[in-house]
């Protein structure tokens, strides 16, 4: 060992840790101080801060010079593995013609390095320094690199508990704004689900008014056709009768909105349902009818969900019904069931071109809104009341063609035996007021 230090490079180490206090911010500025710093008191040519990145690899994480280097070296076979491997310091006085000359940079000679140990003891890197000539590194400057290390572990250390702060409150904040979007959500849902219990309410209540006198009405229609009736009068008659079926339809409607998840539920096959339904469609459909085709794609790979059979098919026949009337003539209407969330959910969308874009997709599943002269605005109601009275979601999106995408999702169930332990739901009070005497 050479020399030791004397009072002038004391009070030079002293002035330079003085000035090294690392407080938040850029790690890398702070170890290039560390650096800079300790090759002006040793006077050595170059120094360098390294961070382990593995058992295997380490990177320079402060420098000296001005040169950034962020390129990954491999500890093997180099000096600094001894300082890692040991966990104390190792120096070289000169290198020349020994083992340790093959890893050391070109062009020096003399090493000092010390290890990088934070509280816990790990080894997370080095304090490395190197000189052009040969060295003889006093117990003093081997005592003077173990500060700046200590200084710089503890700063590295610092600076990862910051980061894991950040990290935390970031996550914390994520988490924060989730929950409180969940729980705007469920508020919203909330109040919708409120408010559409009372426009029910309020519907059932209509239903039972005017169920009665359009019987009445009806069976007088009925019993006119029967009488020998001017032509005119005939065709008056003809249209009452019309405006008094649509007036039932209605009433029917607004009846499936005011019970959405009524009826006995069973194991159905997506895939099958639907095809049989478009099936039934095809069948039953006028020839007009057939200027927007149907064309039906399937992926469920055997799905079952638990509905009542005919809700699901109530809620394929008017997404169906309500893309027809919005597609232009002879453009298909596409139908497709595929199963996603590794098979948890079963997914049914119906797509439709367009003639328009609709500006609030929104609002036409609020009801009694509807963009069509005659409509009634409850055909997309439905399908979201009985959708969401299945824990199922329901969505409309503006595709990229200009079309309309209507989708469905439900649960599926992965047992068929589910299905028999479920009992037929109990009529509501809204049923058994709106029951036939």
Request: with cysteine; proline share 5%; net charge negative.
């Amino acid at each position: 060992m050479g020399n030791v230090l004397g009072p002038a490079n004391a009070a030079e180490i002293i002035d330079v840790l003085a000035c090294l206090e690392y407080r938040s911010g850029e790690l890398r500025e702070f170890l290039d101080q560390v650096a800079q710093g300790f090759s002006r008191v040793l006077g050595v040519d170059w120094t360098v801060v390294t961070l382990i990145e593995d058992p295997q690899r380490y990177r320079i994480a402060g420098n000296s010079s001005d040169a950034t280097d962020d390129r990954v070296f491999t500890l093997h076979g180099s000096v600094s593995s001894h300082v890692v491997e040991g966990g104390a310091p190792y120096w070289v006085n000169d290198a020349t013609g020994t083992s340790d000359q093959a890893g050391m940079p070109d062009g020096f000679v003399a090493y000092l390095g010390v290890p990088l140990k934070v509280a816990s003891g790990e080894v997370i890197g080095t304090v490395c320094s190197f000189d052009r000539a040969v060295r003889d590194f006093s117990d003093d400057e081997v005592a003077a690199a173990r500060v700046f290390a200590a200084r710089a572990a503890a700063a590295i250390d610092q600076y990862r508990v910051n980061q894991a702060l950040l990290r935390f409150n970031a996550e914390l904040e994520q988490e924060v704004e989730r929950r409180t979007a969940d729980l705007r959500n469920a508020q919203q849902q909330l109040i919708r689900r409120e408010r559409l219990a009372a426009v029910g309410e309020l519907a059932a209540r209509i239903v039972h008014e005017v169920r009665s006198p359009l019987s009445t009405m009806t069976m007088a229609l009925d019993h006119m056709h029967g009488l020998e009736l001017p032509h005119g009068t005939r065709q008056r008659l003809s249209l009452a009768c019309d405006e008094a079926e649509r007036l039932r339809r209605l009433l029917a409607e607004i009846l499936s909105f005011s019970t959405p998840g009524q009826g006995r539920k069973e194991a159905i096959d997506v895939d099958a349902f639907v095809a049989r339904t478009l099936g039934e469609l095809a069948q039953a459909e006028p020839p007009a009818e057939t200027r927007n085709p149907l064309r039906k794609l399937a992926a469920a790979q055997g799905s079952h969900v638990l509905i009542n059979p005919d809700k699901l098919r109530q809620v394929l026949i008017n997404l169906i019904s309500n893309a027809r009337e919005a597609a232009p003539p002879g453009t298909p209407v596409v139908i497709t069931s595929d199963a996603i969330d590794d098979t948890s959910t079963v997914r049914i969308r119906v797509h439709n071109q367009s003639f328009d874009a609709i500006a609030d997709l929104e609002r036409v599943l609020e009801p009694f809104v509807s963009n069509k002269p005659r409509g009634t605005g409850l055909g997309l109601p439905i399908v979201r009341g009985i959708v969401e009275a299945l824990n199922g979601s329901f969505s409309l999106t503006q595709a990229a063609d200009g079309g309309v995408t209507a989708e469905v999702r439900l649960p599926v169930i992965h047992e068929r035996a589910d299905a028999a332990d479920t009992q037929a739901t109990p009529a509501t009070a809204i049923e058994r007021t709106l029951s036939p005497a």
